[in-house]
C-alpha cells in the first residue's frame, strides 16, 4: 500500500503520524539530483544528467522554462528554471505523453518522501494528468493528478507526492505526462526532492 498525497494550497505543509523508523544506516539527504533543472536536461560529454526524456506519445517536446516554481520549503526553492512537458497530440489518435525519469540512490528497505510541484496551463478539461511513478516492494506505486482536479487553477504551482519503500540501490522515478481527446497542454514540474522518511509507510 502506498500513501499519496496532493497539496492544493502551495506552501500548505503535510504531516503523517507514524511509528518511528530506527533504522539510520542511510543517508540522510536528499537522494534526487539536478531535482530543480538548473543545471539543465541535455548531458554533456563533461557533465552527464541525471534525467532521461522519453517515451514520446503524439508530438511531444520539452524544455527549459523560467522562472520556477516560486513554492519554498526544506530550505529548498525551484530556482530559475522548470521542466515543462509540451503536450501535442497524435493527429489520428488524439493522444500525446512522454516520461522522465531518473535513477535514485536509494537504500534497500529505507522508507521515503517524494515531494514535487508541478503545473497545468490549460485545466478546461480533465483530459491531461501528471504521475509520479516508483518501486513499492513488488509492485508499482503511483500517484496521478489529472487538469481537471478540483481546486487547481491554470497557471498556478501546487505540489504532489507520495511515501514508499526502496526495493533496489537504484530505484527508479518516473513522471508521466499524457493528454488525451486532442487536447493540447504545457505541464511544468520543478523542486524534486526524495529524502528517507522515518515513518511506516506500509
Known sequence: MHLP??????????????????????STSNTISNGSFES??????????????????GSSSYSLTSPGSPLTSSGVSGGKYAFTASLNPDPYYGYSGETLS?????CPGQNYSISA???????????CS?????PFGTQQ????????????TAGVWYQTGALFQAVTKSDVLKVVFRCD??????????RFLVKPYKGNVS
Open 40 to 57: 539543465g536536461i541535455t548531458p554533456s560529454a563533461s557533465t552527464p544528467n541525471p534525467w532521461k526524456v522519453d517515451l514520446f506519445l
Open 5 to 26: 498525497y496532493f497539496t492544493l494550497l502551495p506552501l500548505l505543509p503535510f504531516a503523517l503520524s507514524a511509528p518511528l523508523d530506527e533504522r539510520t544506516t542511510c
Open 102 to 106: 531518473q535513477t535514485l540512490k536509494t
Open 181 to 190: 481527446g486532442g487536447l493540447r497542454n504545457l505541464v511544468s514540474v520543478d
Open 130 to 134: 501528471l504521475t509520479l511513478a516508483y
Open 117 to 127: 510541484d508541478f503545473k497545468f496551463n490549460s485545466t478546461a478539461e480533465n483530459k
Open 141 to 152: 506505486g503511483s500517484v496521478t493528478t489529472g487538469s481537471g482536479t478540483l481546486g487547481i
